[in-house]
């Protein structure tokens, strides 16, 4: 059991680049959701999704595209990176509910030049 | 709008001590979950605890307690005994029925021989 796992750990990206973060999870959760943490900002949703074929615009979803065509995969396309989108970013899924704690992938540091 | 509210960005405790973590969220939801995260420096999130906006009883979980006050919108983790191991920083998040997930900014504990 994997749990969730995010590739690649590290990038670097050229303004204007585009490239797509990988994130997958073996535990059939129905949600699944892509973050990014900045210092002192905490951790601001991007997209979620609960269920395949279904995603949902959160916080800072702007320059982000993301699909669900399956339960395991939920990847987030960065369209045309831009030195702002220099972040961490997390990926993480639970299940459908209140009570249900997310798991999170180990992350993805990501620098735009 | 922000949704929770971290207000100590720091703090220290000798070992063996107990702290409070104060959290507070903002929410016209009658039905939402509180959790609270742990992230080392390694930069992992580990789920700690949980609580639900019906829970009559505070959320514990070993050394871990969630001070949850309902009427002024504050959800505190409380850890007992601290140990050298319980510094990171600490995340207070909400999730509500629209199934987004609010983080606060954090709090970075440091625990002193």
């Known amino acids: 059991n994997a749990g969730v796992t995010q590739t690649p750990k590290f990038q670097v990206l050229k303004t204007g680049q585009s490239m797509t973060l990988q994130c997958a999870q073996d535990m059939n959760h129905e949600y699944m959701s892509w973050y990014r943490q900045d210092p002192g900002m905490g951790l601001r949703l991007i997209h979620y999704?609960?269920?395949?074929?279904?995603?949902d615009q959160g916080e800072v979803p702007n320059g982000y595209n993301v699909s669900r065509s399956t339960t395991e995969d939920f990847p987030l396309r960065l369209l045309s990176a831009a030195p702002s989108q220099t972040s961490v970013y997390f990926c993480?899924?639970?299940?459908?509910?209140?009570?249900?704690?997310?798991?999170f992938g180990p992350g993805t540091r990501l620098t735009v030049t | 709008a922000q949704k929770i509210t971290q207000t100590q960005p720091g703090m220290f405790v000798q070992e063996k001590e107990a702290v409070t973590l104060d959290c507070t969220y903002d929410?016209?939801?009658?039905?939402?979950?509180l959790f609270w995260y742990k992230q080392p420096s390694s930069g992992e999130m580990i789920f700690l605890i949980y609580q639900g906006s019906y829970d009559e009883q505070n959320a514990t979980e070993g050394r871990y307690s969630l001070n949850f006050q309902k009427a002024r919108k504050s959800a505190n983790l409380v850890i007992s005994a601290s140990q050298l191991g319980d510094s990171a920083m600490y995340f207070c998040?909400?999730?509500?029925?629209?199934?987004?997930?609010?983080f606060g900014t954090g709090t970075s504990l440091t625990v002193i021989p």
């Open positions: 929410t016209s939801d009658q039905s939402y979950g």
């Open positions: 998040a909400m999730r509500n029925t629209g199934n987004q997930f609010y």
């Open positions: 993480a899924s639970s299940y459908s509910g209140l009570s249900y704690e997310q798991y």
């Open positions: 999704s609960v269920g395949a074929g279904i995603t």
